[in-house]
């Protein structure tokens, strides 16, 4: 059986959206002829914890941890200890004011201001974890010597892991597998996120270098596909492939489904960017307005949530009494709620930079069979799959009445027993399954070792 050394940041016990597509590669990659060496960082994470999600990798499989040292993190420690102050103790021990004009104090805060963004511009470019690469460079050449590895593999985000698989690329002369997760200088926060051009553009010849270097460049999203293929085949070749992110029949087996009482809404994940509640939320109080008789038999769950954010747009709209947040839940408690529930919540906001985006909860949505109201980027690609999968309602452009209207026909449903579960009609897309999306990894690495 062939070899493949995984290097991933995001890895159990870490509980991450991330770290699901890789426990799934990880779990089925030996029914289809690869024995996987996973790499990844010494616990403890500063993230939260499911140590119940080693129940899905087979116990003999090898996983080596590193090191790592963040000193973005301990930057920002030291600087909030420094402080500018303008009072401080002469040699009696008596307090002295600092006299400084106006326009000096200014133009000094200005300064460090200035240095202080350039200093973490530095230390996180291209991410804050850039500095795994010291200990788990090594670690990894060490390792394909040891296992006799045959293949690289590594997942990102944090993109800096792309930067290990191109070094032991050099040294090794092994074939490396490049899996973007999310896109790295084309996601739709880059720009955002990413403020001085002299780093943005040392970013774009990083991912330009891995893309050389790489054997193959895999993408969870066809249309993030298609983008890299525009914007690098003619440089490197068309080395690239999609395997979109899904689900695994196991995980919702023997699951018990939360029973409620009343018509119940479920959002699993964040909210956060572009991923903004309010146009659902204002939504909610029209309905609920315009039929107050409904407001006791009416609930929303928010499965991952918990933040002043969140609470504040509860009392804008009046709608603290219907909204329940719970915070994080371990994955399998939180598909409870989706199985349980009546109506799916999946916001992306409208922006067309995002329209490339599938987020991970949409395959996790999908096996309950439940509808999904989905708020997304017009001609998306989320909202190209719940359309071909009759899987719900699909808003694309921020319209109020089109969630009145859109609730108004699902509580109706829920009031004459029509809400009835699709899930026997989903269940048998076998492409949204982790074991079939394995076997497209499997035959990558099969080519690109052959």
């Given at each position: 059986?062939k ?15 991330g ?5 799934k590669?990880?779990?089925y ?15 403890p ?14 116990q003999?499989?090898?996983i ?6 963040e000193?973005l993190?301990?930057?920002?420690n030291?600087?909030?200890?420094m ?14 004011v ?6 000096t ?5 200005s300064l ?15 991410d804050?974890?850039?500095?795994w ?10 390792l ?27 040294l090794?002369?092994?074939p490396?597998?490049?899996d ?6 084309q ?73 409620y ?29 315009r ?5 006791k ?16 747009s509860m009392k ?5 009494d219907?909204?329940h ?9 939180a598909f ?21 985006v ?6 996790e949505?999908l ?16 909202a ?21 209207n ?21 269940a ?21 070792t052959?």
């Amino acid at each position: 059986m062939k070899k493949v050394l995984i290097i991933a940041y995001s890895f159990p016990p870490m509980a991450v959206v991330g770290v699901y597509r890789t426990i799934k590669f990880v779990k089925y990659l030996r029914d289809f002829g690869w024995e996987p060496v996973v790499i990844t960082l010494k616990e403890p994470f500063d993230w939260s914890y499911n140590p119940e999600l080693f129940k899905d990798i087979p116990q003999d499989v090898k996983i080596y941890r590193t090191r790592l040292f963040e000193p973005l993190v301990w930057w920002e420690n030291l600087t909030a200890k420094m402080k500018h102050k303008n009072i401080q103790a002469d040699d009696s021990g008596e307090v002295a004011v600092i006299a400084h004009s106006e326009q000096t104090v200014e133009k000094s805060k200005s300064l460090i201001k200035k240095i202080r963004g350039f200093a973490a511009a530095a230390l996180s470019t291209p991410d804050k974890s850039l500095f795994w690469l010291a200990t788990a460079l090594p670690k990894a050449y060490r390792l394909i010597k040891k296992e006799k590895i045959d293949c690289i593999y590594v997942s990102t985000p944090p993109h800096s892991g792309h930067l290990i698989g191109y070094y032991l690329k050099k040294l090794t002369d092994l074939p490396f597998v490049a899996d973007f997760r999310a896109p790295w200088t084309q996601n739709e926060y880059f720009d955002d996120y990413k403020k001085i051009n002299f780093f943005k553009n040392i970013e774009k010849r990083m991912e330009l270098a891995v893309h050389k270097s790489a054997d193959a460049v895999i993408s969870n999203s066809t249309f993030e596909c298609e983008g890299y293929r525009r914007k690098y085949a003619p440089l490197v070749g068309d080395k690239f492939h999609p395997i979109l992110n899904g689900y695994d029949p196991d995980d919702f087996k023997n699951l018990p489904a939360k029973t409620y009482d009343k018509f119940t809404i479920v959002y699993i994940g964040g909210l956060y960017g572009r991923r903004n509640p309010n146009l659902f939320l204002e939504g909610v109080k029209l309905f609920l307005e315009r039929h107050p008789e409904t407001r006791k038999d009416f609930q929303m769950m928010f499965i991952g949530i918990n933040d002043t954010s969140l609470k504040s747009s509860m009392k804008k709209y009046d709608l603290a009494d219907v909204i329940h947040a719970k915070g994080f839940l371990p994955q399998k408690e939180a598909f409870t709620y989706l199985l349980g529930g009546h109506l799916l919540l999946l916001i992306l906001g409208f922006d067309e930079r995002g329209k490339g985006v599938i987020p991970a909860k949409l395959f996790e949505y999908l096996p309950t069979g439940k509808p999904i109201l989905a708020l997304v980027p017009p001609n998306g690609e989320t909202a190209k799959i719940i359309t071909d999968n009759k899987a719900g309602i699909v808003i694309t452009h921020p319209d109020v009445e089109k969630v009145v209207n859109a609730l108004e026909k699902y509580y109706n449903d829920y009031r004459q027993g029509n809400l009835k579960s699709k899930t026997s009609e989903i269940a048998i897309i076998e492409q949204y399954t982790r074991r079939y999306q394995t076997k497209q990894l499997a035959e990558i690495l099969d080519r690109v070792t052959n």
